[in-house]
């Protein structure tokens, strides 16, 4: 199929982005990657008046850290994120979850922000930010707000971003000194959208789990925080009594929904050996 007729501008400035959405509304779409917007608008699942380019805006690209945060910015691309030293030093869940992100000619063009402000579900980077703690900086004309990733999401591609507002960036923590990670996803073939996926990030005191953040993908409407699962673990021993407890409790947490990859119990149940997989992993 082909797209319904659109018209294209690129975006010289934020400004420019601005005045677009002030006069287009909700007719707008912005164009970063575009790796998810063209199959919706060449399935007719979207047909906006207008298309926004902005992958001229070169001070959304950057990655850099300051000693205490990293920020992605919303255009750095897939491939970048993947290959930034920065990023696999200090945010290795983030890095751990990227070669995932479907195929390579699709991380050369795909960007961390589009990923994440599409709030696809069953894609890595809403969960991973949801996994670290990440705050996600929404920019519009009136100026920047920071919006905490376990609140962005919303539903299904649903998130807290307002008419007029784009996604600039991620500020992520920078991993603590003890802090480990393990990422694990299910997919027909590497690549693929995940049928469910896990990122886990914490620590061992002892033999112990503690700061225990467990994020799931493909397991419910939106990224799913699992901290019925978590407080399953937190304090306990790394024993086979502890990670029965864990997959227990991801009753409480998930809520996947049917597909054409299957039906919800049988994610449930591969979530379940996914997790005791991937804390295997983790306290390796």
Same mark, same amino acid.
């Given at each position: 199929m082909k797209p319904a007729p659109f018209s294209y501008v690129r975006a010289e400035s934020l400004d420019q982005v601005f005045d677009l959405l002030d006069e287009h509304g909700d007719e707008a779409r912005i164009l970063a990657g575009g790796q998810s917007l063209m199959a919706t608008l060449n399935m007719?699942?979207?047909?906006?008046?207008?298309?926004?380019?902005?992958?001229?805006?070169?001070?959304?690209?950057?990655i850099s850290t300051d000693?205490?945060?990293?920020h992605i910015g919303a255009l750095a691309r897939h491939s970048h994120v993947l290959a930034s030293p920065e990023v696999q030093e200090v945010a290795p869940l983030i890095a751990k979850a990227m070669p995932h992100v479907a195929h390579q000619a699709i991380r050369n063009r795909g960007t961390f922000g589009g990923s994440v402000a599409f709030a696809d579900p069953a894609a890595e980077m809403p969960a991973m930010c949801r996994?670290?703690?990440?705050?996600?900086?929404?920019?519009?004309? !009136?100026? &920047?707000?920071?919006?905490?990733?376990?609140?962005?999401?919303?539903? @299904?591609? +649903?998130?807290?971003?307002?008419?007029?507002?784009?996604l600039v960036g991620a500020d992520i923590p920078i991993i603590s000194k003890g802090e480990r990670t393990a990422f694990m996803e299910l997919a027909r073939r590497h690549g693929d959208y995940a049928i469910v996926g896990v990122g886990i990030q914490g620590r061992l005191e002892g033999d112990n789990f503690a700061d225990m953040r467990l994020a799931?993908?493909?397991?419910?409407?939106?990224?799913?925080l699992a901290t019925t699962a978590a407080a399953a673990l937190n304090g306990q021993p790394n024993t086979e009594?502890?990670?029965?407890?864990?997959?227990?409790?991801?009753?409480?947490?998930?809520?996947?929904?049917?597909?054409?990859?299957?039906?919800? !119990?049988? &994610?449930?149940?591969?979530?379940?050996?996914?997790?005791?997989?991937? @804390?295997? +992993?983790?306290?390796?």
């Amino acid at each position: 199929m082909k797209p319904a007729p659109f018209s294209y501008v690129r975006a010289e400035s934020l400004d420019q982005v601005f005045d677009l959405l002030d006069e287009h509304g909700d007719e707008a779409r912005i164009l970063a990657g575009g790796q998810s917007l063209m199959a919706t608008l060449n399935m007719r699942l979207s047909a906006p008046e207008v298309l926004i380019d902005i992958n001229h805006l070169d001070e959304l690209s950057h990655i850099s850290t300051d000693g205490t945060t990293l920020h992605i910015g919303a255009l750095a691309r897939h491939s970048h994120v993947l290959a930034s030293p920065e990023v696999q030093e200090v945010a290795p869940l983030i890095a751990k979850a990227m070669p995932h992100v479907a195929h390579q000619a699709i991380r050369n063009r795909g960007t961390f922000g589009g990923s994440v402000a599409f709030a696809d579900p069953a894609a890595e980077m809403p969960a991973m930010c949801r996994a670290v703690g990440a705050k996600l900086i929404l920019q519009g004309r !009136e100026g &920047k707000r920071s919006v905490e990733a376990n609140d962005f999401f919303h539903g @299904l591609f +649903e998130t807290d971003m307002k008419p007029g507002e784009i996604l600039v960036g991620a500020d992520i923590p920078i991993i603590s000194k003890g802090e480990r990670t393990a990422f694990m996803e299910l997919a027909r073939r590497h690549g693929d959208y995940a049928i469910v996926g896990v990122g886990i990030q914490g620590r061992l005191e002892g033999d112990n789990f503690a700061d225990m953040r467990l994020a799931f993908l493909g397991a419910g409407d939106r990224p799913i925080l699992a901290t019925t699962a978590a407080a399953a673990l937190n304090g306990q021993p790394n024993t086979e009594e502890t990670l029965k407890a864990a997959q227990e409790a991801l009753d409480a947490d998930l809520d996947p929904m049917s597909d054409l990859n299957g039906p919800p !119990e049988m &994610k449930m149940h591969l979530a379940r050996v996914l997790t005791k997989r991937a @804390l295997a +992993e983790f306290a390796a």
